[in-house]
């Protein structure tokens, strides 16, 4: 039995699982939202070069926002008066604001958090400002997004020691103070986020703290991820996490982008993601597909004459419309046309989550998670370990490795393949050319991209370790 | 090889009688375009910030403007031919590929001055995304067959040359430039023209015409700056050049940039003797008044970016199209009331102004009110419609989409602002020349009664000697 909605704005229907995933409709309002379900980021009110018709067309139920960018331009009393971000946009469907304090993270030099709130230097006008939970709720109301986060006291996921617990456990103080400063539930959800590290234990003593809340709130959030922290432990981190929370409310990761990362998130239980990655990998001609790997960097000279389609599968009209790689390639490497690889790739995105949604519906749920990581993944020595044991977990395949992949794995598939493959020193282990990053660090690249605003970022440049704990296992 | 076979061209036209405007169709294999028409620009084969698929909607873009060094640059032009595609089975995808459009290949950059010299008999340069691409006959029609566009214009010499005022040894150097820059685009026509005759010409180009290709319909390029004497002098050539060859289908009018608004026509008056059945192209020149005055002056097509170049530079087109109202009140005259031309999105007192681009000019221009149309172009369209308010929010928090929103609105309104046009001269009432006349006048004045800076479009003066 679903349990009655914390909020009369939000409705949350589970319409059929797969295990721990599971297919969804969030109707919220402005319209139902399909979950599993990618939520693309337009960070001042836009999404980079491609408008909010073509976001309808795009098929994207709900559309991110940042509280931080949109308080300081135009501010939130102007955007109220212009009809709430959805007249300022003109955009019909569902927004989600963040509470503005995630990227206090990245200007951590420059603020500082007490009980009051937190103080950081205003990147626009220099000045020393206060955010608290109150005024974070105040700017959302009058933002009037569908969906509205809690403010939350951020840290680095790699962080260890002492400040976590304090984190964790102001964010609880912190979320009482944002529901009662709250003034539109009744068109407004306000999500908690579930912070605590990689601590495990932490984790679960906010979620306990939240449940004892859980009649006013209408769905969680899993925060404090895609810092840098290992794979292995991400995917715990968020399979554990999905399995302390209600089943009657939506789970959203935030700041999940890559397509492996959300097919292993839906696998362990979880149904909303949003992340800058598809889109600014774009600008830098990364196109996304079904192909090893799972991108094809479209700036690389072996494109030129490259005939095929970005990917064969892919309905946007660039793909369908026979737009070959050697074509993008000319549009990749000069100046203008970049719109055109942002859009496939949001079209990729949800596309994915579509064949997500229909492989759950239709129980053919795990042939379609071991098809997709055998496409990224084509050969035994490809496949991260975290994918193998969060496969397992999820009781898609109790052994990857041994169950879909032949044994003796011939591994020259292709010679130029070969070539780029380096062993990794000391370990003996041959490091696949296809392995994905071992971490999680887009969350820092969003948070650097705040601080050098207007700048062009590179790929992703790896955090250096930082000697985080083992979350402990809490396997069932 | 005896004779080169040649594209499918047509040009019908007809000239409204005691004036020199006209109405036309060109029809090429792959569209047909009712003149008097524009001609969209493209970057990369794209047009600038507005993808395919918005492209689709804009049912008007049927004659492309395409870059030669959009297509030379990392020797794209070989990688059409080794795929075996024309440069429009390469560039677009299929949406775009089925449309009725044509491509107009051509040297000169609408958008910038990318003719760099220095140039001699022999070839001339241009600055490419890559670097620098020198031009010949034997580049030009390699690149041509292997790319197969509808329409090539031919390679031009296209300095910038300010008229001088009242300094005559200025004025005298000018004119000599002048004069060189016509004859040398006239002898790149004449090498062109004899190439193309010469049996040879599979040899001379090297295996880049294979026997399946054939002859885009070829321009020439008409120079003469504002020198009334040196067009004079480029319609002779143009003509002859004619004589030589039934390939030239049309001429391009250039460097009209250069010339003052006031004597354009006087400018234009040498192009009455052109070869009537020739299209006329007007390249560069593209503020509304300008090309009001070409049409009077016989011209049909329109090779401009200037909607692009606005939007960049944060404006949006709300200026009065030639509608049944516009034409009646013309017939009483040029009003005297205030009528606007742009929406200067950056100006603060659009914070707040939550309405579409033409009701924010109909509030700001009361009396002028009736005389603006609502824009139905995929940028102001509910329920996606962007406000003035959202373009000022973008313009002010750098976002791009600022410039995607208003390229798609401005590019829309000058579709519109031809689509009227071509109806009213279909119409053709005896006081057709008159209105057209008092149009311009009008535009000009609303055009220059409001402040437009061009940050983008700096003149740079380039010495070729
Ligand atoms: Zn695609
Ligand atoms: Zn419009």
Redesign the interface.
């Known amino acids: 039995m679903e349990k009655e909605a914390a909020t009369p704005a939000l409705r949350f229907e589970t319409h059929e699982t797969w295990n721990y995933a599971r297919r969804s409709t969030l109707t919220l309002p402005h319209g139902p939202c399909r979950t599993p379900m990618f939520m693309p980021v337009g960070t001042?009110?836009?999404?980079?070069?491609?408008?909010?018709?073509?976001m309808?067309?795009l098929d994207v139920d709900l559309m991110l926002s940042n509280t931080y960018?949109m308080n300081f331009?135009?501010g939130p009393d102007?955007v109220k008066?212009?009809?709430g971000l959805h007249?300022?946009?003109?955009?019909?469907k569902n927004i989600l604001t963040d509470s503005g304090g995630f990227q206090m993270v990245s200007l951590l030099d420059l603020s500082t958090v007490t009980e009051e709130g937190v103080t950081f230097k205003s990147p626009v006008n220099g000045e020393m400002t206060l955010l608290t939970p109150e005024e974070s709720i105040s700017i959302q109301n009058r933002l009037g997004a569908d969906i509205i986060m809690a403010l939350d006291d951020v840290i680095p996921s790699v962080t260890t020691g002492p400040r976590v617990l304090e984190a964790q456990e102001r964010t609880i103080r912190w979320l009482d103070r944002c529901y009662a400063a709250h003034s539109r539930p009744h068109d407004q959800n306000l999500f908690a986020i579930v912070q605590g590290g990689l601590d495990l234990d932490l984790r679960r003593k906010c979620v306990d703290a939240f449940l004892q809340r859980d009649d006013h709130i209408p769905g969680y959030a899993i925060g404090g991820l895609s810092g840098g922290e290992e794979k292995d432990i991400f995917w715990r981190v968020v399979a554990n996490t999905c399995a302390m929370l209600p089943p009657g409310k939506p789970r959203y990761v935030m700041g999940v982008g890559y397509p492996v990362d959300i097919v292993v998130c839906v696998a362990v239980g979880a149904d909303m993601f949003d992340c800058v990655y598809p889109c600014r990998t774009a600008r830098f001609g990364t196109a996304l597909a079904d192909v090893p790997g799972g991108v094809v960097q479209l700036r690389s000279d072996k494109f030129?004459?490259d005939?095929t389609v970005i990917d064969k599968n892919c309905k946007c009209?660039?793909c369908?419309?026979?737009?070959?790689r050697?074509?993008l390639h000319?549009?990749a490497?000069?100046?203008?046309?970049g719109?055109?690889i942002t859009?496939h790739n949001i079209a990729y995105m949800m596309n994915l989550t579509a064949r997500l949604r229909a492989a759950i519906t239709n129980g053919t749920f795990p042939q379609f998670v071991i098809s997709f990581m055998k496409t990224i993944f084509p050969r035994r020595v490809d496949v991260p370990d975290w994918i193998c044991n969060a496969l397992a977990y999820a009781k898609i395949s109790s052994n990857l490795l041994e169950e879909h992949y032949p044994a003796n794995e011939q591994l020259v598939i292709d010679d130029s393949v070969f070539m780029t493959m380096v062993k990794e020193a000391g370990s003996g282990h041959i490091k696949s050319p296809y392995h994905v990053k071992d971490r999680n660090i887009h969350g820092f690249q969003k948070m650097r991209n705040v601080v050098k605003e207007?700048e062009e970022e590179g790929e992703e440049v790896p955090k250096e370790k930082t000697g985080g704990k083992k979350a402990k296992m809490e396997m069932e | 090889m005896t004779s080169l076979a040649q594209m499918p061209f047509q040009f019908t036209y007809s000239t409204v009688p005691g004036s020199c405007i006209r109405s036309g169709l060109v029809k090429t294999a792959t569209s047909e375009v009712p003149t008097p028409a524009l001609i969209v620009p493209m970057t990369k084969g794209v047009i600038p910030h507005v993808t395919y698929d918005i492209q689709l909607k804009l049912p008007e873009s049927k004659m492309l403007g395409l870059l030669y060094t959009d297509l030379c640059d990392l020797d794209y032009d070989r990688i059409m031919r080794s795929q075996n595609k024309t440069a429009r089975e390469f560039l677009f995808p299929e949406i775009i590929a089925q449309q009725p459009n044509s491509l107009f290949l051509r040297i000169r950059d609408p958008s910038t001055t990318n003719i760099v010299g220095p140039a001699n008999g022999k070839q001339t340069a241009v600055q490419g995304g890559t670097g620098k691409v020198r031009i010949d006959s034997t580049s030009f029609l390699s690149t041509i067959f292997r790319t197969q566009p509808c329409i090539a214009s031919l390679p031009c010499d296209e300095p910038i040359v300010e008229e001088p005022v009242n300094d005559p040894e200025a004025e005298k150097k000018a004119l000599k430039r002048i004069r060189k820059s016509v004859m040398q685009t006239i002898g790149y026509g004449d090498q062109i023209i004899e190439m193309i005759k010469n049996p040879k010409l599979p040899e001379l180009l090297n295996g880049a015409l294979t026997p399946s290709d054939r002859l885009p319909a070829l321009f020439s390029v008409l120079e003469g700056g504002w020198s009334i004497d040196s067009r004079e002098h480029a319609v002779k050539h143009v003509n002859r050049l004619c004589d030589l060859s039934d390939a030239i289908k049309g001429t391009v009018v250039s460097g009209l940039d250069q010339v003052k608004p006031e004597n354009i026509s006087a400018v234009l008056a040498p192009t009455k003797v052109l070869k009537s059945d020739l299209v006329r192209v007007v390249s560069v020149l593209g503020t509304p008044d300008s090309i009001v005055t070409c049409i009077l002056n016989g011209m049909d097509l329109f090779d401009t970016s200037y909607p692009i170049q606005l939007a960049e530079c944060g404006y949006g087109l709300v200026f009065p199209l030639l509608t049944d109202a516009l034409y009646a009140a013309l017939q009483v005259g040029v009003p005297s009331y205030p009528i606007p031309f742009v929406i200067n999105f950056s100006l603060p007192q659009f914070q707040l102004q939550n309405t579409p681009f033409v009701t924010t000019a109909k509030q700001l221009f009361e009396e002028s009110a009736e005389l603006l149309q609502d824009c139905t172009c995929p940028a102001c369209t509910a329920p996606t419609g962007a406000s003035t308010a959202y373009i000022h929010h973008l313009i002010n928090t750098h976002e791009m989409n600022a410039v995607v929103l208003s390229s798609i609105h401005n590019l829309h309104h000058y579709q519109a602002f031809f689509t009227h046009l071509r109806a009213k001269i279909a119409e053709n009432k005896p006081d057709l020349p008159t209105i057209l006349l008092a149009y311009s006048q009008l535009l000009q004045k609303a055009r220059t009664s409001q402040e437009i800076v061009m940050n983008k479009l700096g003149k740079e003066y380039k010495n070729f000697e």
């Open positions: 001042q009110g836009a999404m980079k070069g491609i408008t909010s018709a073509q309808v067309e960018w331009r135009p102007v008066e212009l009809g007249g300022l946009m003109s955009w019909p030129t004459n005939q009209f660039i369908k419309g026979g737009m070959t050697s074509r000319q549009v490497c000069q100046e203008g046309g719109e055109l859009y207007g």
